[in-house]
């Protein structure tokens, strides 16, 4: 730990190093003779106490400046790892560039806890900006990896120092303590430094020399400066301020703010200063010894005097503004705050008031004077109170404004603001502020001052929370919320029984008030509901006692007692009527006794208020209706008892409905009238009482009494009154009008069903007449027989009789009968003949047409036999075999099939190599923007590109020599094998290393299939990698998501292949009109990153307010950004049109199933079965996840998310994708990625589960695809190929192969031949054995010219090893082979001299047309034959050889008719024995294969075709890449172009100026200052000086030659190429070795070459 010893005093005998008592046998300074080691070791512990002594005042410095502590020098270089210090630094004298808010981890908790991340270099470079922004020059700023990765710490302090006495200069900081020889350390302490410095391995920056930097750096004349800068230390040592003040007013010395009146203060601070420094070094020497010493080591520097002088105008303007302070002149004051001298920040003149304020309690407070610091410090405290006073005024005028707009988002977003100093404020409550806040201010019909709408916010916040209980649902939380002092409501229940109560009320409130628009309820509304509660359970309450007492009551049996129980107030009964008190008393405790006799409990039951209101209800019911009915009786018997009744007041009477009588008939009046009165007259009889009152029964058993007098009513007789008996009741009266109406009813039944009578009667006779007809056909049915044999003999009789007469008569006519029947019969057939005839006159046209219906249907049926019958007849072959001949079109077909399949490979090629060489051209080019030095480099490219050959033509076997004829031959016989047997190069992709893999596919398996640019040679490339994946699955592949996280060979050259020009289109098919609508449509914006979000919502708000956001700058997760609103609208925006999209181009993918290269979906059939016949447990789900990461993930996703690296969408040389588009098709990717592997969204990307259920969905459907992807034919279905197909096509394969492919092939064969072929009898050892030892390109091809150069030879040899060569594949063994493979070949030869035969002559069998002899005509014919066929071949044989007939056709072909007739005898004999063709069957084999041929000869065409349509589809696909490429040579040439006329400027002018072409010289030391001389190995830094570098450039352009001379003496010299170091400097190499023994920087050595040679 560093102590401070303060002043240091030799006298006194204490030791600068450690504060012990001076030993003067221990002081390295007495006369001793010390080791050369112990000297190095002194001096490196000097210089690790000298850079601890630095550490230790930049510690002090930087407190000083941010005022906080920091962790202890030793510690001090980590603790500025993470630039937090260095950031608040600069924050204290550059706030604008680096505020506090910006500063990451700006309390260091995140460091604290977790240690360095990635984002603390953010704080390092606002720091290093900062001192940008006031001036320092860049040559001490250090490297962020210096303080990041602590690879230069020295150098940070170093910066720091300057950077001190910089700010000192500019009066902006204080200045930085020389503690040298004023703090101790413990040995541990410099022992564990000094290590530490070794490890850096760097020359310690020279401290003392930045005042002479800094003043280098000033762009003036620096010998006048510092004579200008001595004379005043001069002045200064003489003690005479007004010799001090003229050397210090010298115009070159440039220094400010010098004021005469203080000129004495001056001398005195500037000869204080100059003393301590002369003390400093003084103590420096004492410590380290004669060491290379400075002028300006005792000396004040001009950036020391112009501090100093800055220092005595603060102090005395300190001085100024104190005293204006006790005198309280605000005006002086201010004067003294915006005074420049002082540089206090944030002046504001409006706020003059504030200062005083701050000023004065600050030196109340202190005591005392105040000094600048503290003055800065009352200053921002002022502007901070000042500010939120203005923004609170603010903040309220703009709330009010919002208020009055009615615009309630504005209102919310005014209330929210910190400026406004309110009460939390919700979101969800928008409109109930606005309204509310509305009506108050309409209420004072003035602004809401701050007060007023403190209390408002306070209270309405307490009604949003209510509003926000009811919609959780909760009563407590609803109770809780009401009892929030802050909602200002009265009366409110705390008891939990009122709690659901306010609830549902609340509820029901808001619910009505819903239905007008309105989702929340004010504060006065709330206190309305509260109090309808209490009021509703105090009424309960009461009524509750109520009910007690009714059932108290009724108990009682005392009806007046009940009746006055239930007229009590808070019963609330309805409808209670004193008069019917009785009854009420009577069924009340009927109902109590029904409800106790119901109930299972044992105590008595109690009637509640619904049920006693029903009760009541009923009793009045009950009353009304007895009223009605006793009146309607009485009102009978008096209309009976009047002699004057009439039927019609009778029915008047009886047909009342208050008496409720029924089954009454308006007919029945008289009867009704007759019956009721004598039923009357016998009631009058009976008994003598004759009383007023009437009893009525009700259905419970209670008697009604009635008065018929009086109408009066009672339920209890009263007392001394006497019943009526002559009164008929109601039941006597319902009986007799029931017993008269039923006697009418039966009377008129019968009358209105008289027809039904009659009917009736009918039916019963009709039965009678049916059962006599029935009785009379039984008779006959039993006599039938008879009848018949009566009815027969009848009939004979009759018959006969008429055939007699009839016979007799002919007999007497025969001549006349015979002559009759021949006219007749003639003119009928003569009639149909003519019709017949006229019929087809009519319809010659219809006549015509079927005939030629029938001809076509018997071709079709011919051609049906043809193609699906497994035995054709001859007759029907015959007349298809004009088909197996070649046409003109024919040859003209397969000469541009050949010539575009050359042509294609060509253009692949020199594709391939356009592209390479473009990308080289682009890194030339990035190094060109730099230097132009290297241009010659790029123009020599540049004409590489323009003399690329890419129209030469391939050379074949005919252009070589005699010699190497052979030599070819045999390459032709192993490229034939190596091509159709894919065993073979399926072991050798595994043996050779998997880095030269991707090469030789490209360079020569694609070539060796000719790209698959026909079918056959996509049969057997797909038939390679076929045998290639079993064997990889069966042999490498252990677990099968090694298929997904590995990189199988296989699958990556598979999916390579596909990718090319043939699956390229399939490709572009398929995702173009998706990823173009995607890229053209620029309102599609997807980003589902939440951090990336939320920084551009700040940024925009910052952007559209103009103000400062108060939210910070930075969030550290996504959790944290998703709990803003917006960024969660945002992203869920995003994520919506992210899961649209993405449907989109899965359902495009789905259709586009057919789009898919057949390859690809071959090699997904492959994978799927390998691994299911490797795994057979593993789950099909698995397994199709597997098959789909091949078709989606490595075969469409790369082309989605760089669609113009794949040519999916077309993009210019000049243009590009913009990072929107290509963060939108990523974003699809992504999704889609997961819809293939099925994995649902979580963890980091939590906030993409709104997509897991599409995920999901959308995984079954990409399921369902790969079943449909794998669902293809075999190869050999699907491209008719088989073994013997090659002996059937009339042409040979050819391909098309560099020399050096060819070489490199037969290399790899040779070294892995056991591998490839381990069978000692395989065919393979046969033709190596043939080649030998592979060949060099000399032996192949020739030699170059004798007259050239070793370097021109071997740039020949290079170029003829990229000649191609075309090779006519043909198999060695086709001839020498077993049995059965010559009898296939006898086979073949036979049917085609079959074939020749029976075109010129018909038979219905073979035997048939061979036995039967030809006449002239067919011999004649298949003469021409011949000879036409000859013509044809010599033509194809012109044009191109490769199309000429195999020599066994062609010999055969030419024999005479008769002579090939015997040979197909002879031959079909030999194939009969050989059991190939039976003539049992009439050699029906040979006629199928005939028919066989005839339909590949068909297919053939077809495929022919469409390979033409491929391959003129890729050559202009391939057109157009070059075409694209061609475009990017031309925009290169041009650049290159305008480069060499600036180049031809400044080399004229390089001509007027011939100093820039001379030598330069520097000595070490120099170089070291400048930071190119880092270190030599050998030297101190002392020993620099003496080194002298001297560089000079060459002849050749871009090359120098650097001389290093030591005392004079020349050590050596190197070149170094310019290019070379730009090729570093690319590299990212920043520090390279120059003589193996300097340590160079890289990038300021360029920066010298182009300063003093280049003029940059």
Sequence with gaps: MA??????DLADGHNPQNGAVYDPTADPYVPERQSADDMDEQRNKNIAYQYLCHLEEAKKWIEACIDEEMPPTTELEEGLRNGV?????????????????????????????????????????????????VGLPQIFYPETTDVYDRKNMPRVVYCVHALSLYLFKLGKAPQIQNLYGKVDFTEEEISIMQMELEKYGIQMPAFGKIGGILAENMSVDEAALHAAVIAINEAVERENADETLGALQNANALLVNVDPEDKQEYQNELFSAKEEKKENALNKSLREGEVDSDVYDTLLTQAEIQGNINKVNIALEVASLNEALENQNANVVLKALSNKILGLKNVDPDNIEWYMKELQAARDAKGQRLDKDEI???????????????????????????????????????????????????????????????????????DLNHQQLSVAVQVLSAVVLINDALNTGSSDETINALLNPDAALDDVESDLSYAERYYSTLTAARQTKAEDGINFLTQEEVQQCIEIVNQTVHEEQERILAITAINEAIDEGDADMTLSALQMQYAKLNDVEPHEAVLYQKQLHAEKEKKAANSEDESDPMLWLDEIQSTVNSCNKTAADFNKLAYGVALINTVLSSPDATPESVMKVITDSGVGLHSITAECGAEYLKELTAAKKAKDLEGDEDGDWVCHTTKDGHNYYYNIKTNESAWVLPEGAALNCHQLTKEEIQAILTRVTSAHDRQLLFKSNED????????????????????????????????????????????????????????????????????????????????????????????????????????????HILISSNNPPLKVVRKYMHLLDRNEMDLSEELELHGLKAKVVKQIRSNVQLENDLS??????????????????VVTHSKKLKTADMGRPASGIKSLSKEKRHMLESYQHLFYQLQTNPNYLAKLIFAMPQVKTTKFLESVILSLYNYAANQREEYLLLKLFKTALEEEIKSKVDKMMEIITGNPMVIKMVVTFNRGAKGQSSLRSILQPLVKEIMDDKNININTNPIDVYKTWINQQETETGE?????????????????????????????????????????????????????????????????????????????????????????????????????????????????????????????????????????????????????NAHERFKAFCIKVCDVPELDDRFNINEYSDFVNPTKPVVYMSVQEILDTHALLMEHEEIVAPETDDRLHELLSDLGDPPSIQDLIGHAPVD???????????????????????????????????????????????????????????????????????????????????????????????????????????????????????????????????????????????????????????????????????????????????????????????CMLNLQTKTKKSKESKKKNEAIKYTGARLHEKGIILEIEGLSENQFKNVLFEISPVALAGTFEVTAHFLGVKMDTVQIVFSDLLQLQYDGVAVMKMFSRAKVNVNLLIFLLNKKFYGK
């Excluded at 406004?420 to 919700?426: C, G, I, R, S, Y």
């Excluded at 588009?1221 to 994995?1239: H, M, T």
Aim: proline share 2%; glycine share 4%; with cysteine.
């Design 3 to 8: 102590t401070t010893n303060g002043d240091t």
């Design 85 to 133: 210090y260095l950031a608040k630094l600069g924050h204290y004298y550059a706030p604008s560039k680096v505020p506090l808010k910006r500063i990451y981890d700006r309390e260091q908790t995140k460091y604290t806890s977790k240690g360095l991340h990635f984002r603390h270099t953010d704080n390092i470079n606002y720091w290093l900006r900062s001192m940008e922004d």
């Design 376 to 446: 800065q410090a009352s200053i921002n405290a002022a502007n901070a109170k000042a500010k939120s006073e203005k923004d609170l005024s603010k903040a309220v005028a703009d709330i009010n404004a919002a208020i009055c707009a009615e615009n309630s988002a504005e209102t919310l977003k005014a209330l929210k603001r910190p400026e406004a100093n309110l009460p939390k404020v919700h979101d969800n409550g928008e409109q109930l502020y606005q309204s509310e806040l509305k009506e108050i201010r309409d209420t004072n019909e003035e």
């Design 756 to 863: 039904k009578i009659i009917t009736l009667q009918a039916h019963t006779r009709g039965m009678i007449a049916r059962k006599s007809f029935h009785e009379r056909m039984d008779f006959i049915r039993r006599q039938l027989p008879a009848i018949i044999k009566l009815q027969s003999w009848l009939k004979g009789v009759t018959q006969r009789r008429i055939y007699k007469d009839r016979l007799e008569y002919l007999n007497t006519q025969e001549e006349a009968t015979i002559k009759v029947q021949s006219l007749a019969r003639m003119m009928a057939a003569r009639n149909k003949y003519k019709k017949r005839q006229q019929y087809f006159r009519d319809h010659v046209k219809e006549v015509v047409q079927i005939q030629a219906f029938f001809r076509s249907n018997q071709a079709r049926n011919d051609y």
């Design 920 to 937: 080289a051209m682009d890194i030339k080019i990035g190094l060109l923007v730099k230097n132009r030095i290297t241009l010659q480099d």
């Design 1108 to 1256: 400062a956001t108060d939210l910070p700058y930075e969030v550290s997760t996504a959790a944290a950004a998703m709990g803003h609103n917006e960024v969660t609208n945002r992203v869920q925006e995003s994520i919506t049109k992210l899961s649209s999209l993405s449907d989109k181009f899965l359902s495009s993918i789905i259709a586009a199933i057919d789009d898919i290269p057949y390859g690809m979906r071959y090699i997904a059939k492959t994978l799927r079965n390998s691994l299911t016949e490797k795994f057979p447990d593993a789950a099909s789900d698995d397994i199709l996840k597997i098959v789909g990461n091949l078709i989606y993930y490595r075969f469409m996703n790369p082309a989605i998310v760089a669609p113009d690296a794949f040519d999916i969408v077309d993009v210019g040389a000049q243009k590009g994708m913009t990072t929107e588009q290509r963060r939108n098709l990523g974003s699809i990717a992504k999704v889609l990625q997961s819809v293939a592997s099925g994995k649902t969204f979580g963890g980091d990307s939590d906030h993409l589960s709104g997509l897991n259920k599409f995920v999901l």
């Design 1348 to 1538: 050239t150069n070793e370097q021109q030879a071997e740039a020949l040899l290079t170029n003829l090893a990229k000649s191609e060569i075309s090779l006519t594949l043909t198999n060695k063994f086709e001839i020498a082979g077993d049995d059965d493979t010559d009898m296939v070949q006898l086979f073949i030869r036979t049917k085609r001299l079959l074939v020749d035969v029976i075109r010129v002559q018909p038979g219905e069998t073979v035997p048939q047309v061979l036995k039967t002899p030809a006449t002239e005509e067919q011999k004649d014919e298949h003469i021409a034959l011949v000879s036409k066929r000859v013509k044809q071949d010599e033509k194809a044989t012109k044009d191109d050889d490769k199309l000429q007939r195999t020599m066994s056709v062609l010999h055969d072909s030419k024999l005479p008719l008769e002579s090939i007739k015997r040979k197909i005898e002879k031959n079909l004999a030999t194939l009969e024995e050989a059991k190939h063709v039976s003539s049992s069957d009439n050699y029906q084999a040979m006629v199928t294969s005939i028919a066989h041929d005839i339909r590949n000869q068909r297919r053939y065409r077809n495929q022919r075709k469409q390979e033409l349509l491929k391959l003129r589809a890729t050559m202009n696909g391939l057109e157009s890449k070059s075409g694209f490429y061609q475009e990017q040579i031309d925009f290169y040439n041009k650049y290159i172009e305008t």
